[in-house]
C-alpha cells in the first residue's frame, strides 16, 4: 500500500501529461521551502563559525582547567605545590598567577585596569604569546620587569613598545594607611612595556601582564597565587581531570573547566543559536502554507479520479496517504534543493572566504563558516516531521472520512 501510494503521488507530480497550473503551483511551493532551508543551513554555519572563533581565541587565554581558592582571594603556593598537582593523572604542566586591580599610569595618561602576574610557565599553559600583534612575549629581563599589555589598555595608555618610558602601576595598599599621607594610600611599580596583545574588547581593554614576583611584591602577598592555570595532556578528559582534582584538593579550591570559566557566555551562545532556528523555522512554517494551496488545489482537480478509485476499491485511508504523499514530496523536493544549495554557499565561504568583514579591526578577513553534520540532521528531521504535520492535517481537512462527502 506505500508504494501505490507513491506511485500515485509521483504521477501526478512527474507525468507529462499532467502538467498544468497546479504543476507551476507545486514548484513554486517547493521554491519557497527550499529559500528557508538554504537561510537555515548558512545562518546555523556562519554563527557556528563565530563560536569556533571565540573558542579558539580564548583557547589562547583561558586555561584547560583553572583552580581558584573557595575562600578568600589567594592562597599560599607551597599549600598547593605543583609536584602535588603533576602526580594527578591527565596534568601535563601547571602554573601560578596572581592578579589585583589597579591603575596605569603612561606618560600622563591613566586607566584602570587587572595586574596580572604570571610565572615563566604560563607562555606552556597558555598560549598567550600567540595573541601577540607587537613586539615580543618577555616580562623580565634582567632587573628589570616588563609588561605584555592588551591593546585596548595600550591604546588607552599610548604605550609604545621598545621605549625608555615605563608604565607606573598603583595598587590599593594592604593594612592600615595614614590618612595624612596620601602617598600611604598605594603601592607604586614600574613596568617596561615590551609587547601587545589582541584578544578582544573584555580582555585586552584591561588587562596587563607581568612577572609573578612583581605582583607579589607590589600587591603584597608575598608566596601567594590567585589561581592555577593547568594544562592537560593530548587526550585526557578535562572532565576526568576535574574529577580526580577534586577528590585530591578536596573542598578548599574551585576546581573550572575552559567551559566552565565562561560558562555563561557560552551558555548565551547556545540560546542565539536556538533563537536563530525557531526564527527561520516560523520563516519556513509561514512559507509551507504554499504547500497547503497546492494540495487543496491537486484534491478538488482529482475529485474525479478518487470517485473512480473509490469504484475500484479503494478506500479513504489510501486516498488520504496519496495526497499526503503528494504533499510530502513537494515539501522534500524542495527541502533537499535548499540543502544541497546551503551546504554549497556554506562550503564555498569556508574555503574561499568570499563574503568579507568590512573595517579593518577584526581579527579575520571574512565571515567565518562551519558546517557541522548535527546541525544538518536537526534541520533535515525538522522538514520531515514538518512536511508530514502539514500534508496529513491538510488532507485530512479536504478529504473526511465519508466518501459521500466526495460527490457534492
Known amino acids: 500500500m506505500p508504494r501505490l501510494s507513491l506511485l500515485f503521488a509521483r504521477r501526478y507530480l512527474f507525468s507529462p501529461k499532467s502538467h498544468s497550473v497546479i504543476n507551476i503551483v507545486s514548484g513554486v511551493s517547493a521554491f519557497a521551502v527550499a529559500i528557508p532551508v538554504m537561510a537555515m543551513v548558512i545562518l546555523l554555519s556562519v554563527f557556528n563559525g563565530f563560536e569556533g572563533l571565540i573558542q579558539s581565541m580564548y583557547k589562547a587565554f583561558d586555561p584547560e582547567i583553572r583552580i581558584t581558592p573557595l575562600r578568600g582571594k589567594v592562597f599560599v603556593i607551597d599549600s598547593l605545590p605543583r609536584e602535588r598537582l603533576l602526580q594527578v593523572d591527565g596534568v601535563a604542566q601547571v602554573s601560578y598567577l596572581l592578579e589585583g586591580e589597579a591603575v596605569f599610569d603612561y606618560k600622563d595618561r591613566q586607566a584602570f585596569g587587572i595586574l596580572c602576574g604570571v610565572d615563566s610557565l604560563y607562555a606552556k599553559v597558555v598560549p598567550v604569546d600567540s595573541l601577540k600583534t607587537e613586539g615580543v612575549y618577555r616580562l623580565r ?183 499526503t504523499t503528494e504533499g510530502m514530496l513537494i515539501y522534500l523536493i524542495g527541502s533537499f534543493i535548499g540543502l544541497l544549495l546551503g551546504i554549497a554557499l556554506a562550503l564555498i565561504q569556508q574555503h574561499f572566504g568570499l563574503l568579507t568583514l568590512s573595517g579593518e579591526t577584526f581579527l579575520i578577513d571574512a565571515y567565518p563558516v562551519e558546517v557541522h553534520l548535527s546541525d544538518l540532521g536537526w534541520i533535515t528531521l525538522t522538514f520531515l516531521l514538518l512536511s508530514f504535520l502539514i500534508s496529513t492535517l491538510t488532507v485530512r481537512a479536504m478529504i473526511p472520512k465519508r466518501a459521500i462527502r466526495l460527490d457534492n
Do not use: H
Open 141 to 323: 629581563l634582567g632587573d628589570f620587569s616588563e609588561a605584555f599589555v592588551g591593546q585596548g589598555l595600550a591604546y588607552a595608555l599610548g604605550v609604545r613598545v621598545f621605549m625608555n618610558t615605563p608604565i607606573r602601576v598603583f595598587v590599593p595598599r594592604r593594612g592600615e594607611v595614614s590618612p595624612l599621607l596620601p602617598y600611604s594610600f598605594y603601592r607604586e611599580g614600574r613596568l617596561y612595556p615590551t609587547g601587545v596583545f589582541a584578544l578582544e574588547a573584555e580582555v585586552d581593554s584591561k588587562y596587563l601582564l607581568s612577572s609573578l614576583s612583581f605582583a607579589q611584591k607590589l600587591l603584597d602577598y608575598p608566596g601567594c597565587a590567585s589561581a592555577v592555570a593547568l594544562k592537560l595532556n593530548a587526550g585526557s578528559s578535562p572532565r576526568a581531570v576535574q574529577q580526580e582534582l577534586s577528590q585530591a584538593l578536596g573542598s578548599q579550591f574551585q576546581i573550572a573547566t575552559r567551559y566552565q570559566q565562561k560558562e555563561s557566555l557560552y551558555r548565551i551562545m547556545v540560546y542565539e543559536k536556538w533563537g536563530i532556528y525557531f526564527i527561520i523555522l516560523l520563516v519556513m512554517l509561514i512559507a509551507s502554507f504554499s504547500i497547503v494551496g497546492s494540495l487543496i488545489m491537486l484534491i478538488i482537480e482529482k475529485r474525479k479520479e478518487m470517485r473512480t478509485l473509490l469504484t475500484l476499491g479503494a478506500d479513504i485511508a489510501l486516498l488520504r496517504r496519496i495526497f
